[in-house]
């Protein structure tokens, strides 16, 4: 794997696209540390640790542990995967949709690319909801938190999604490829840290 890793350096257009993937994985880091505001994070964090074995503590992996910090990439890449099999299914059951990816070619994709887009961005929108009546819910949200704040919170969420499935585009078209997988691996990958550490120490736990 390595002599591999060094003959695609040795290669300058290769070595561009593993640079420009790189740098956009940095950005995406960075977005992962951004919490919103009006959010107490300790509180947060607590509150998942308690569900870590629901569809809550699945979020939290694949984000990164960015659900459990509520940063602008909390909702990672969930709205583009769950927009993805939504559009894929109405494919198979609306007609006109169907007609646009079998007979379309290029176009037709590309027209429903676009449907994926503006699908993600509404899915991100009403999960951001969903988070953010979850986290007033809890009493997660600071005690000046208004409807404005509300507000801030959904959109903060929602935009940090649609940057999430751009940034994936971005490594699909001008990186090595795959951007939405490569970005969910990140996110997972960034966990193997506190997760190993989590292990180690119930390990102490289980031997004294």
Do not use: H
Request: hydrophobic share 50%.
């Amino acid at each position: 794997m390595i002599q591999t890793i060094r003959k695609a350096w040795g290669i300058p257009e290769l070595r561009k696209k593993i640079i420009f993937t790189l740098l956009i994985l940095l950005i995406f880091r960075i977005g992962n540390a951004i919490t919103v505001p009006y959010v107490d994070v300790g509180l947060l964090e607590t509150y998942l640790d308690q569900m870590g074995g629901t569809i809550l503590g699945l979020y939290n992996v694949m984000s990164g542990g960015a659900f459990a910090q509520a940063t602008v990439f909390a909702l990672s890449i969930q709205p583009y995967i769950n927009a993805s099999i939504i559009i894929q299914l109405l494919t198979i059951a609306i007609p006109a949709l169907e007609r646009m990816a079998k007979e379309e070619g290029e176009v037709g994709k590309k027209k429903l690319e676009r449907i994926t887009r503006y699908t993600t961005v509404g899915l991100g929108l009403l999960m951001g909801v969903a988070y953010t009546i979850m986290l007033n819910n809890y009493n997660i949200l600071s005690a000046d938190a208004n409807f404005l704040s509300y507000v801030v919170i959904v959109l903060a969420f929602t935009a940090g999604s649609a940057l999430v499935m751009w940034l994936g585009e971005q490594i699909t078209e001008f990186g090595i490829g795959n951007g939405i997988s490569i970005i969910l691996f990140a996110g997972i990958l960034s966990r193997g840290p506190s997760m190993i550490r989590t292990m180690y120490q119930g390990c102490l736990l289980y031997t004294s």
